[in-house]
């Protein structure tokens, strides 16, 4: 098996879906896993791309046992470095007769397509140069001239089996005779693709069915070489929600892209293999690498073009997201919470400046983690979850149309005086060391004198502690609260009390308006 990317761009989920499948049939079968770079197109074809693709394959959880990085019988791995035996096998071809030198000249190829064009034909090499004497045209080739090299299409349909797709034939009328070397000297993709798979012994090509149409081509080059055909399975295309083809326009589709918010590696494994194949009889959707290796079958990939369905992959994420161990998570919420302005100094974006933490704050940190990443479908979304520790805001509390309901209660008044005034007067709120305790102790005083209970007590008490009437239990969040009010934070985070107050000055100048001095409207 091998997976054969082009260093051009970043590794999208199209191209990573064929990785993987390659690497599960690999796997499954205990065959060898092949990375080859595919890098003849010098103009695109970048280092750093190639860095970033095995980087990407690697945090998917990929792996392989020849490739650039860790070499293999079959060195070396990287097309560029094998331009040597592309023309020695071309030399072969040419002596053998099975191709042969080409000379027409670029403005001669575009007339001829242009005159299919204008008659409405598809465009087909003449095969013009078929008919030249080789020893004439090896002369000529002395001489000077500039001359190409094409393999000869055999009088024959072309045919081949598709594990996806079946019996696949084309007619050898509607194949054009390929370059294979240009006159440059460059070898041509379709086949440097075949010199290497043959002489790597890949038995299975999975790749994408942007290739099904080159297959004929490269079968006659098997043909030609003497070489056998491998199998192959032409994966189909991959739609956004659209239908249309998933592009940049769908928002995410590189790996980097879904590692960068917080999807997790098993994940979007996960998801990738449920594109285009489903296990047989059942509806399971959740596997994780070792079942999918046990589970996979090329058979029962489907020919039909998968849609990619965001929330299903955001599902698995959060189921995959409550398995791991909240430590996990600290390194990436951390930078997100950064970038979010909610861990750094008044006014500093974070970026550039270094951060100082102070003790304790990991432990803490992890329990704001603990406490949300079960609600979220992706770390990113956490600072946005855990802003209320962070920017307690009394008056926008007051504001929110949200709120407004809860507010004008008949005993929201009382609840929020009495509970205000209590733990004003509280010691252990004061310094900032109230517990879930003495809170609940305190609440339960505020439910007996005012004679509510259930929402209508714990509504209005969460939007003066959280700034909304809904959120995380208590339990877990006074603690949190209180601990970072007397952590050394770049920006501090207010105690309870300090909300409670917040919220009764709010109020106090919500209900009393100052009298407006602006005479001049
Ligand atoms: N380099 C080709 C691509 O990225 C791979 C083609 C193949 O797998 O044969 O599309």
């Known amino acids: 098996m091998r997976f054969a990317p082009s260093p051009t761009g970043q590794l999208h989920v199209g191209n990573a879906r064929t990785a993987l499948f390659n690497w599960l049939f690999a796997r499954q079968n205990g065959g060898s896993m092949v990375l080859r770079i595919e890098d003849t197109d010098i103009e695109r074809s970048e280092v750093r791309f190639e860095d970033q693709l095995i980087a990407d394959l690697k945090w998917l959880g990929l792996d392989w046992d020849e490739g650039p990085d860790l070499g293999g019988p079959y060195v070396p791995y990287r097309q560029s470095d094998r331009l040597d035996l592309y023309r020695e096998q071309a030399r072969r071809l040419l002596n053998e007769g099975t191709a042969y030198l080409c000379f027409c000249t670029e403005e001669e190829l575009q007339k001829e397509r242009e005159r299919a064009q204008a008659e409405h034909r598809q465009s087909i090499y003449s095969g013009k140069c078929r008919a030249i004497d080789p020893e004439q045209a090896k002369r000529r080739k002395a001489a000077g001239e500039a001359a190409a090299i094409r393999l000869r299409i055999p009088e024959h349909p072309l045919r081949f089996h598709d594990i996806v797709h079946g019996t696949v034939e084309f007619s050898n009328e509607v194949v054009s005779d390929p370059i294979i070397l240009r006159s440059n000297g460059m070898p041509v993709y379709n086949y440097v ?235 252990s709120a004061k310094s900032g060391h109230l517990t879930p305790e003495r809170f609940k102790a305190i609440v339960n005083e505020v439910e007996a004198e005012s004679g509510t209970k259930g929402k209508e007590l714990f509504h209005p008490i969460r939007i003066m502690v959280t700034g909304s009437h809904s959120g995380p239990e208590f339990d877990k969040l006074i603690p949190i609260i209180e601990e970072g009010s007397r952590l050394q934070l770049p920006k501090h985070v207010l105690s309870v009390c300090e909300r409670v107050q917040a919220f009764a000055k709010a109020l106090a100048n919500k209900t009393e308006p100052r009298i407006s001095t602006n005479q001049h409207a």
Request: charged letters at 25%; glycine letters at 6%; proline letters at 6%.
């Open 193 to 427: 693709v075949v010199i290497d798979d043959g002489l790597m012994k890949i038995t299975h090509v999975i790749r994408g069915d942007d290739h099904l149409s080159n297959t004929p081509k490269q079968v006659a080059l098997y043909e030609a070489l003497g070489w056998p055909v491998p199998e192959f399975a032409h994966l189909s295309t991959i739609l956004g929600g659209d239908r249309e083809r998933l592009s940049k326009r769908h928002g995410a589709t590189s790996i980097a892209n879904f590692r960068e918010m917080g999807v997790l590696p098993e994940a979007l494994m996960n998801y990738l293999a449920l594109l285009g194949w489903a296990p047989s009889g059942g509806t399971r959707e959740i596997f994780s690498k070792e079942e999918l290796v046990k589970e996979f079958s090329l058979e029962r990939v489907t020919p039909s073009p998968a849609v990619f369905d965001m929330e299903k992959l955001y599902w698995l994420n959060r189921h995959y997201i409550k398995k791991r161990p909240v430590a996990d998570f600290y390194n990436q919420a951390l930078s997100f919470f950064v970038r979010a302005g909610l861990l750094s100094p008044e006014g500093e974006s974070g970026r550039g400046a270094s951060l100082m933490l102070p003790a304790g704050f990991r432990e803490w940190f992890l329990k704001i983690i603990e406490l949300l990443v079960p609600s979220v479908d992706r770390v990113e979304q956490l600072p946005e979850r855990a802003s209320f520790i962070f920017n307690y805001d009394a008056n926008a509390a007051l504001a929110a149309p949200d709120n407004a309901e809860v507010l004008n209660w008949p005993h929201t008044d009382a609840v929020i005086s009495r509970f205000t005034s209590k733990i004003l007067e509280d010691e």
